[in-house]
C-alpha cells in the first residue's frame, strides 16, 4: 500500500515539473515577443517623442537577454540620438550593435543596421562606402521568412536606394525605387506609419526636383494623413513634410501659404536641425521680399545658428564615422590574416609530409638539395658584401640644379597628371638617372616621389574644383581620373590625407561657400 502511494507521488511530481517545465517556456517565449512588439512600435513612435523613445530603448539594452536584444535597444538609442542632434552617439551605438551582429543569424535586424549605416555614410558625404552597405542589407533582406519583417525591410533598403539616387540628382529612377519601397509597404501601412511616411516625404522632394510641383504636394499631402491616423502629426517625419510644402508654395509665389506651412513645421514638437535651418531661411527670404527687416533678421539669425552648429555636428560624426568603419576594417583584415595563417600552417604540414616521403625514397636529391641550400648562402653573403660597397651618393651642385630647375618647369605643367608617372618616367624626361631625382625630392621637398606626385595631383584638383564651377558637379572617379589616379578609392584616400576631407565633403563646403558669397553679394 505505501509502495503505491510513493509511486502516486512521484507521478504527481514528475507531472508539476513537466508543467512548470512547459510554462517557464511560455513565459520566455511571451517576454521575447512582447519585447519585440515595442521595438517594432517605436520605430514609429520615437519621431513624435524622442525622450520617451530613449528610455524605452534603454529598457530593452538593460533587460537584454542576448545579443538580438541588446541590438534593438541600440539600434533604437542611435535613431533617436540621431533625432537628438548627438550624430556620434548615433554613429557609436549603431556599430556597437553591427559588432554584435557579427555571429546573428538574425537577417531583419541585419537588414536593419545595414541600411542605417549606410544612410549615416551618405548624410556625411561617404557615398561609396554606403552604397557597399546598402548592398550587404539587401542580400540579407532577401533572407527574411515574416511576411511583414521582410516588406518592412525590404521597403527600408529600396527607400535608402532612392535616397542616394535623390543625392545622385537621379530623379526619375529616384521615384521608381521610391513607388516601388511604398507598394511593397502599403499593405501594412497601419502597423508602420513612420516608414510609410518617410517614403511619401521622399517621393515629394523627387518630384520637387523634377519641377513637378503637383506631385510634390500630394505625396507631402499623404505623408501628413499618414501621420494624422498614426498620431504622429507633430513629429520630425511632419516637420519634413510641411517644410516641403512650404517650399512648393515659394515656388508658386504663394508667400502666404507659404509662411503657415514653415509656421506648421515649427509647431511640430521634434526638428531635425537641418530641416530647422532650410525652414529659417525660407522664412528670412519671405520677410527680406516683404521688407520686414526685423524678422528677416532675427529668422536669419536663427538659420545661421542651426546650419552652424550642423555643420560641427556633422564634421565631428564624420570623424567618429570614418574611425568606426577604418576599425571594422581592422576587425576584417584580422579574421583574414587568421584564416590565411591557418592555411599557411596546413600548406607547410602538406609541405613537410611530402618533403619526407620525397627525402625518404628519393635520397639522392639530398645531395642536389644540399647544393641549393649552400647556392642560397651564397647569394645571400654576396648580396651583404653588394650592400656594404654602396657608397653614398653625391650629386654634382650643377647638376643638382639644374634638376630643381627642371621640376620647377614640371610642377607648373600638367605632366604629373599622366596616370603612367613614375620615377624612371620623369627622371628619363629630365635626362637624368631615377637615383638622383628621387634623392633631390626627398632632400629639396621633403617626401618620396610617390607623395611629391600625389601631392601635385591634389593640389591641381583643388584648384581646378575652385577655378571652375563645373568641376564641382563632376563625379569623384572623373576628378581622380583628370588628375591622374588609377582609381577614384585611391584619389579619396590620397585626398583624405592631404586636406583631412573626403573629395565629396570638401565640394560641398566649397558649393556652401560659394552659395553664401553669392548672397552676400
Known sequence: MLTIFNAGMVFRVKIVLLFLLCFSGFVSAQSVADKEAIFLENLSNCYKDPDKGFKIAHYLLDNADDNDEKVQGLYLISEISFLKDDYKQSVESLFEAYRLLDKSNNSFLKTFVLTSISS???????????????????????LISHT??????????LYEKGQVLVSDKKFSEAIRVLSSSYTIIQPYKNKFYGTCAKIQCALGKAYFNTSDYIGAKQHYQR????????????????ASAYNGIGEIALKGVKTEDAKTAFEKVLSCKVIETEVKADTYYSLSQIYLKQGDDIKYKENYKLYKANFDALSTLEREARNTLIAQIEKEHNVILKKNQTRYTYLLVVIICVFVVAFAVYFFYNKKLDKEYKKFERLLVKIENDREEAKKEVKVLTIPEKTEQAILDRLKEFENGKEFTNPNMSVQFLSKKMKTNSKYLSEIINKHKGKNFNAYINDLRIDYIIDMMQTDPKFLNYKVSYLAENCGFASHSVFTVVFKSVTNLTPKQFINFLKKKTEKEREVV
Open 148 to 157: 511583414d519583417k521582410k516588406a518592412l525591410a525590404k521597403a527600408k533598403v
Open 120 to 142: 549615416k555614410c551618405r548624410f556625411f558625404g561617404l557615398t561609396d562606402k554606403s552604397d557597399t552597405y546598402i548592398q550587404q542589407a539587401e542580400e540579407y533582406s532577401n
Open 223 to 238: 505623408a501628413i494623413d499618414i501621420l494624422k491616423i498614426g498620431g504622429l502629426e507633430f513629429s520630425s517625419i511632419a
